[in-house]
């Protein structure tokens, strides 16, 4: 699955769904693994994934990381046991430069200036005003 | 047919497949697969090879390599591509069919 474009150096969440050889979701043995390659197969990042939800949800397990400093197109491999068996998938991703015009876009959008400000009296009562700077 | 992002111009594509049997238990396959890149309307081939011999990191039945998307090998930007990975296991064939985009 690909997974869309991301800024190196900042957070991003990878989710797996463990399942059977009959694709059906189940939840694995143990956690299950990833590793991160870049676009010549370094791998430049691997680690776990703990259960998703409360109560967990079948098969889904997921994992914050810090993108790391490599450029490209990335593949990250999961690896998981089911009954023994191990599977295994993979994800896409790219990182920023690689699309980058869409995910600027929402970055910006996301860090609007609050015409806001907070005062208070001479009682020391705080409250929030429009800020007259934006009026 | 699952979209696998952008490459660039001149910068390497990863190429990779879990090969399975046919019950879906990932499993070494008979020979080394191959992968072939198509244009988007399957009239062009403009480049093939082979994946890798062995399973890659202890993991069985997973095969990668990368391809080359340059100029001279006949990539456009702005175009979007057909990747197509041919395996066999228990001497059956499988497909699997990917698209990306170069930009």
New interface residues.
């Given amino acids: 699955?690909?997974i869309g474009?991301h800024n190196q150096n900042h957070p991003i969440t990878l989710t797996v769904t463990t399942h059977?050889?009959?694709?059906r979701a189940q939840d694995a043995d143990a956690v299950p693994t990833y590793?991160l390659?870049d676009?010549?197969?370094a791998?430049v990042a691997s680690g776990s994934a703990a259960p998703k939800g409360d109560p967990f949800l079948t098969g889904i397990y997921e994992t914050e990381i810090i993108l790391p400093d490599a450029t490209?197109?990335?593949?990250c491999?999961w690896?998981w046991d089911v009954s023994s068996?191990?599977?295994?998938?993979?994800d896409?991703?790219?990182t920023t430069?690689?699309?980058k015009e869409i995910y600027n876009a929402a970055y910006f959008y996301q860090q609007p200036r609050v015409p806001m400000v907070l005062v208070h009296d001479e009682t020391g009562t705080h409250s929030q005003k429009d800020n007259p700077r934006f009026r | 047919m699952q979209f696998i992002g952008y490459c660039q111009l001149n910068q390497n594509l990863p190429i990779s497949v879990v090969c399975k049997n046919g019950s879906g238990t990932p499993t070494t396959p008979d020979s080394t697969p191959t992968w072939k890149i198509y244009s988007r309307n399957f009239v062009d081939t403009i480049t093939s090879g082979s994946l890798d011999a062995s399973d890659f990191d202890s993991m069985t039945g997973f095969r990668k390599k990368f391809a080359s998307i340059t100029t001279a090998g006949g990539y456009t930007a702005g175009q979007i591509y057909v990747l197509v990975v041919t395996y066999t296991v228990s001497s059956t064939d499988y497909y699997e069919a990917f698209t990306f985009g170069v930009n």
Avoid: P
Avoid at chain 1, 72 to 75: D, E, H, K, Q, S
Avoid at chain 1, 85 to 90: A, E, G, K, L, V
């Fill in positions: 699955m690909y474009v059977d050889g009959d694709g590793r390659y676009s010549s197969w791998l490209g197109m990335l593949t491999v690896e068996t191990t599977y295994h998938s993979f896409t991703l790219n430069g690689y699309g």
